[in-house]
């Protein structure tokens, strides 16, 4: 019995022996999970009885059982190599043969295929062309082919448009000079195009030109000035110093202004200056006089009223203003009026000069846009955008504040340019986009609509000399184009989204701006996420998912059968995997460019070798005492 007892002894001693020099083996063995023998003790007992005092028969070993507990990680230079910090195992396929390792020393190979150090591909879940996972689980294959390039066809512009900005382009009807005689009586109503109600304008009671002017002032949009010029023909030096011994003594002249008569000094008159300087020497400021040539070299005086009253003036060479020898006029001013943009039209029934006037006249604009002169537009920002050949092109969209419409309360307006390489696009070279926002600072609408969206769709791809490049270009005529551009898209339109503007009393800001188009690309680099996502980066800037690495996990992984390689395969004792991503459920994250180490302590194994060594050679010294006690009986003989 003591031979049998100390000879499982040490068959349990040298299994010891065995696992704990296999946990030091791998003690450097990236994913190795240690292992622990399990011993259990033997008794001899019959089907009747056992003894009530049995002597056991040994130890045998029960189990060898690993130990799955988190390994320490550590970092590599490998951004393929993967550590999993918490449940879960890589899933590979061996040829057909699936298997599952917490060793995450990857790599790619010819084929693109992730594959360990054996080449057993690892598994999880692909993407499509777009980078959307699909949820199908299959090899990982990282493509390696150029990204090939992708048309704009959604622009978002989150901008601030300063509402501090004051409105720099002007639009102004020149209406006149018109003679006060012509338009002395009329009656006419001023339309708008902001809505405000018409205003009427009576200048029945108008006496004077300037008169008339103020009435017209008094509607809004309308701004008008009166001036009256009487140029009086027939008096010279010569005429002057004809008057009289001595010289100009019995001539004489009068000035009146609405028929009252104006103090002029002409008792030392000789010439046509001395005449001048009299005149503007009285105290009716708003008269001025001056010698002017009448277009035929003849010297004529000219006198002007800058307020536009009435003039009345009389001169004679015989020193009487009443005999009826003397020369008379009268002469009436005449009005220049303006009408800003906000005047539509004016309504005369009985069709009036004013009438007239208005409609003949052509718009003058001033400080009009011109995307090369800074000075015209409010606003400017610009970002790239792409054709369907990946060929970038400068986009800049350009802002001009307008004139509130209406009153101004609660409402503003700005007008939309777009250039795309120089060049107008979307019609804005003809009629610009409008952007109305309301008293929040919130976009209301462009051109109408609640959307905030600006079509483009006439848009020709060039190259640098100014021709077609060979990219998709506009829609055919008649073609309806859809918003958003749908996939794939067939022509160069695109939608330029303005819905998170705003305008606020700050100064102007791009917050964000981001298109969906790009040019091809070379695959430059490999990022994972800690859910798995494999993400490659391209020299064209852009990243894409190519797919998610999977884990599994099962109820009850000590039946996992080790199969070497650091890899395991399922049994019945284990159940069926548990297939997942990665950080979810009770799965594990993913560490990029890190690895698992061994989860064996060789402090600890180096003291199971001693223990399992004194095991030994203690259940070895109970064989020994057995055989000199077996022999001390065989020599009583």
């Known amino acids: 019995m003591a031979f049998n007892t100390g000879l499982s002894g040490l068959r349990a001693a040298s299994v010891d022996l065995d696992v704990t020099g296999n946990n030091i083996a791998n003690a450097s063995t990236v994913g190795f999970k240690g292992s622990k023998a399990q011993f259990g003790d033997l008794y001899a007992s019959g089907f009747l009885s056992a003894g009530t005092n049995p002597i056991g028969d040994g130890v045998r070993v029960q189990d060898v059982k690993q130990s799955f507990g988190q390994g320490n990680i550590s970092f590599t230079d490998n951004g393929l190599d993967m550590a999993i910090s918490g449940d879960g195992f890589f899933i590979l396929n061996n040829g057909g043969e699936i298997r599952y390792s917490r060793a995450g020393q990857f790599a790619i190979d010819k084929e693109g295929f992730v594959v360990n150090n054996q080449n057993m591909r690892v598994q999880g879940y692909t993407a499509d062309d777009d980078g959307n996972l699909s949820g199908i689980r299959g090899d990982l294959q990282i493509e390696t082919d150029n990204l090939a390039p992708r048309r704009t066809t959604n622009l978002d512009s989150d901008l601030n448009l300063d509402s501090r900005e004051s409105v720099l382009e002007t639009r102004v009807r020149d209406i006149g000079p018109l003679a006060f005689a012509d338009i002395q009586g009329e009656s006419f109503s001023v339309q708008y195009t902001d809505g405000t109600p018409d205003f009427p304008v009576d200048l029945t009671g108008a006496t004077t030109a300037r008169e008339a002017a103020a009435a017209i002032n008094d509607a809004p949009g309308l701004s008008a000035s009166a001036t009256t010029t009487a140029t009086i023909g027939g008096l010279s030096d010569a005429y002057i110093t004809s008057a009289g011994t001595p010289p100009g003594s019995d001539f004489a002249f009068s000035l009146s202004v609405n028929g009252a008569p104006l103090a002029i000094d002409t008792s030392n008159i000789t010439s046509l200056q001395d005449l001048v300087d009299s005149i503007n020497d009285s105290s009716e400021t708003a008269i001025s006089a001056a010698i002017v040539d009448d277009g035929t070299g003849t010297d004529v005086l000219r006198v002007t009223h800058n307020q536009g009253e009435t003039l009345q ?42 009438e007239a006037a208005f409609t003949a006249s052509p718009i003058r604009v001033t400080n009009e846009f011109n995307p090369l002169d800074q000075r015209t537009y409010n606003h400017a920002t610009s970002t790239t955008v792409y054709d369907s050949l990946g060929n970038s092109h400068e986009l800049t969209q350009f802002f001009v504040k307008n004139p509130s419409p209406g009153n101004g309360v609660g409402i503003s307006e700005w007008s939309v340019y777009a250039q795309i390489d120089g060049e107008f696009v979307g019609g804005t070279d003809v009629t610009p986009y409008t952007a109305r926002f309301d008293q929040d600072g919130a976009l209301q609408s462009i051109d109408g609509d609640a959307s905030g969206e600006i079509l483009i769709d006439d848009w020709i791809p060039k190259d640098a000399s100014g021709q077609p490049n060979g990219a998709d270009g506009p829609p055919a005529p008649g073609e309806t184009v859809v918003t958003p551009i749908p996939e794939p898209p067939t022509t160069s339109a695109f939608v330029i989204n303005l819905s998170g503007t705003t305008q606020y009393g700050a100064a102007f800001g791009v917050n964000d701006q981001q298109q969906n188009g790009f040019t091809t690309g070379r695959l430059s680099g490999l990022d994972v996420s800690d859910q798995g996502v494999l993400f490659a980066r391209y020299t064209n800037g852009q990243s894409q998912a190519l797919g998610q690495v999977a884990l599994a996990a099962f109820n009850n992984t000590d039946g996992l059968n080790p199969v070497g390689d650091t890899t395991w395969v399922e049994t019945f004792e284990s159940g069926q995997p548990i297939i997942g991503a990665p950080d979810t459920g009770t799965l594990g994250a993913i560490k990029s460019s890190s690895v698992e180490e061994s989860n064996v302590d060789l402090s600890s194994e180096l003291v199971n070798l001693i223990i399992a060594q004194r095991n030994y050679q203690a259940n070895a010294k109970t064989i020994e005492t057995s055989d000199a006690v077996t022999q001390t009986i065989i020599n009583l003989r």
């Open 313 to 354: 003036f009389s001169y004679d060479n015989d020193g009487d203003l009443t005999n009826g020898g003397e020369t008379n006029g009268q002469v009436f001013g005449e009005i220049n009026a303006t009408a800003d943009r906000v005047v539509a039209s004016i309504d005369d029934p009985a069709g009036g000069d004013f």
